[in-house]
């Protein structure tokens, strides 16, 4: 047998798929470490993007999101490390601006693990903010969080005298997102936050575990239901006019007489 070396252009099927060697995940997590310190918050589609700018090769998506995402955990950390964190951001927040009230929730599963559950935050110069510059006035309400994690984020906004909105406290939510559990802790966290308000008034969806926590944890408070919710659920019953030429304008009347008006 005798073995000789091909001088000529290999025309094979596999090196004409790609422009070059194919990129391994490691290749792509020590190319994107520098593009990542320059903008933290690239995906993997912008980052497939410049890959194939930068070096004229084409990168299957899920190999650049596995290498960008090893890229963040040498940058910055594993995410799942970061709740191992949570209890020292606590600490540092309450040493750092008192009267600040940070709460962590935990559970233990069924092998006797200790996991995250939910978080509540609010700083004290918000707390002091809404006490001493706002109307007696919060806006409750939750978003959903997408990617890795998922949860709700729930959060408490105030209204300043400028009518801007005034960030009061938020949180998150693990597992049950908006059940009425985690939303009795929330809002008593919240009044932990706030204390007990002679006048109050209390605005929300009308998601109903958000609904009976407001009742249960501050019964002398005035609920009242988002007036956007409220008309979105009627037009799935009415049509016309009436929504734009007298329900709202009815609902931003500020003196008695406009509002009897258009009402």
């Given at each position: 047998m005798q073995i000789q070396i091909n001088q000529g252009e290999h025309q094979c099927a596999s090196t004409q798929r790609v422009l070059s060697k194919m990129a391994s995940i490691s290749w792509v997590a020590e190319r994107a470490i520098p593009l990542l310190k320059m903008k933290p918050s690239m995906d993997a589609?912008?980052?497939?993007?410049?890959?194939?700018?930068?070096?004229?090769?084409?990168?299957?998506?899920?190999?650049?999101?596995?290498?960008?995402?090893?890229?963040?955990?040498?940058?910055?950390?594993?995410?799942?490390?970061?709740?191992?964190?949570?209890?020292?951001?606590?600490?540092?927040?309450?040493?750092?601006?008192?009267?600040?009230?940070?709460?962590?929730?935990?559970?233990?599963?069924?092998?006797?693990?200790?996991?995250?559950?939910?978080?509540?935050?609010?700083?004290?110069?918000?707390?002091?903010?809404?006490?001493?510059?706002?109307?007696?006035?919060?806006?409750?309400?939750?978003?959903?969080?997408?990617?890795?994690?998922?949860?709700?984020?729930?959060?408490?906004?105030?209204?300043?005298?400028?009518?801007?909105?005034f960030p009061v406290a938020f949180g998150f939510f693990d597992g049950d997102g908006e059940s009425k559990e985690n939303w009795i802790w929330f809002m008593q966290q919240l009044r932990k936050a706030i204390r007990p308000m002679q006048h109050l008034a209390i605005y929300t969806d009308a998601c109903k575990g958000l609904e009976s926590s407001v009742k249960l944890v501050f019964p002398p408070a005035e609920w009242r239901e988002c007036f956007r919710h409220l008309m979105d659920n009627l037009k799935s019953f009415y049509t016309g006019d009436v929504y734009k030429k007298n329900m709202w304008p009815t609902a931003r009347a500020y003196s008695p007489h406009k509002f009897k008006y258009f009402f």
């Open positions: 589609s912008e980052m497939q993007k410049q890959l194939r700018y930068k070096y004229n090769i084409d990168i299957p998506y899920q190999t650049v999101y596995n290498g960008l995402k090893r890229a963040s955990e040498i940058i910055i950390c594993k995410w799942s490390d970061s709740f191992d964190w949570l209890y020292r951001f606590k600490a540092e927040i309450e040493l750092r601006s008192h009267d600040s009230v940070v709460e962590i929730d935990t559970i233990t599963d069924e092998d006797g693990n200790v996991r995250f559950s939910k978080i509540f935050g609010a700083f004290k110069a918000s707390i002091y903010g809404f006490l001493n510059g706002c109307r007696p006035f919060l806006s409750v309400d939750s978003t959903h969080l997408n990617g890795m994690w998922g949860g709700h984020m729930p959060i408490a906004l105030a209204l300043d005298g400028h009518n801007w909105m």
